[in-house]
């Protein structure tokens, strides 16, 4: 995705209101200052990172809430497989 576009966001929200985008945005903005990791590779400033991953449907107002849990459970996944191999 080369460039960012407020419509691309508006598409996978879904309502076409741009206040319900910037409430998903904030909110998960918010989870990306408390260590939450982006879900999308790429190297650009935390809003436009977080709006490329509305654009990519990773974020939405269904999962907002699921994203930290469900990085809590990759996360200690990975540490299993890590303390698996350490005893092996």
Avoid: W, Y
């Avoid at 590779?41 to 809430?65: C, D, H, P, Q, S």
């Amino acid at each position: 995705m080369a460039r960012i576009t407020v419509e691309d966001c508006l598409q996978e929200v879904g309502d076409g209101n741009r206040f319900n985008l910037i409430r998903l945005a904030v909110e998960r903005i918010k989870q990306h200052r408390q260590g939450e990791p982006f879900l999308i590779e790429a190297k650009n400033k935390e809003v436009v990172m977080t709006l490329r991953e509305i654009a990519a449907g990773e974020v939405t107002f269904e999962n907002i809430e699921e994203l930290p849990e469900m990085d809590d459970l990759e996360n200690s996944t990975d540490e299993q497989d890590v303390q698996e191999e350490a005893v092996s």
